[in-house]
């Protein structure tokens, strides 16, 4: 069975603050690895990774896989207040277009 | 541009009754996808959906589940004779194709059964 596990489950952090959260994955036939911001309704899409080595960036946030290690992190520097929130990793296989998804990581940033 | 929308947002059904959860994809597309998140859990996908077929539907209960998405109208997943474990955030996805990239989610329907 496919799995996705992230880490750390929570994290409190301080306003400016820089921090990492994990993701490791086993996938049968792996085909790439999604990143999600969870507030109050609805996950948003941040990131898809499918090659190794790449960061991809937006703004603050960034994030990088290693298909050899099978983890991505996402990091986000100079965190604020609207940063709050569960950020989900999920990945998919080469057949139909299901996520998988981890348990999420609740990020708060106190200001 | 509307996004995906789920109705309702909240329900609250005793146990034995039926459950009716709707999703309208972004117009335009026609590949839904139902998760469900349970307390303490990440999303886990029930079941896949193109207009009128179901594709996979792996993730869902055999028994006491359905999900429909006909030619005319939303998507609709049906709980029967609910049970408390039914008591879950059911969110919806859309895309206008077999792409995940761009997958957009619905805001849930929080079911609670008493």
């Known amino acids: 069975e496919d799995k996705v596990v992230q880490s750390p489950l929570s994290l409190v952090v301080h306003e400016g603050d820089t921090v990492t959260l994990n993701c490791s994955y086993e996938?049968?036939?792996?085909?790439?690895l999604l990143w999600y911001k969870q507030e109050k309704k609805a996950p948003t899409f941040l990131f898809m990774l499918?090659?190794?080595?790449i960061e991809k960036k937006s703004g603050r946030l960034s994030s990088i896989l290693d298909k050899k290690e099978l983890f991505s992190i996402l990091n986000i520097t100079a965190t604020q207040t609207g940063d709050s929130a569960v950020y989900l990793c999920?990945?998919?296989?080469?057949?139909?277009?299901?996520?998988?998804f981890g348990k999420g990581t609740m990020l708060l940033v106190s200001p | 541009n509307a996004g995906v929308m789920q109705n309702p947002r909240h329900l609250v059904r005793r146990r034995g009754q039926e459950a009716r959860l709707r999703c309208s994809p972004v117009?335009?597309?026609?590949?839904v996808y139902w998760y469900r998140q349970l307390p303490e859990e990440g999303l886990k996908f029930m079941v896949y959906?193109?207009?009128?077929?179901?594709?996979?539907e792996s993730g869902m209960p055999k028994e006491r589940f359905s999900a429909e998405f006909p030619k005319e109208g939303p998507s609709i997943l049906r709980i029967q004779q609910v049970v408390r474990g039914d008591s879950a955030a059911y969110f919806c996805?859309?895309?206008?194709?077999?792409?995940?990239?761009?997958?957009?989610f619905g805001p849930g329907t929080r079911l609670t059964v008493l």
């Open positions: 996805a859309s895309s206008p194709g077999q792409s995940v990239d761009t997958q957009y």
């Open positions: 996938v049968t036939n792996f085909r790439s």
């Open positions: 499918t090659s190794s080595g």
């Open positions: 999920a990945a998919t296989n080469s057949g139909y277009s299901t996520l998988t």
């Open positions: 117009k335009g597309h026609s590949h």
């Open positions: 959906l193109q207009k009128e077929n179901i594709i996979d």
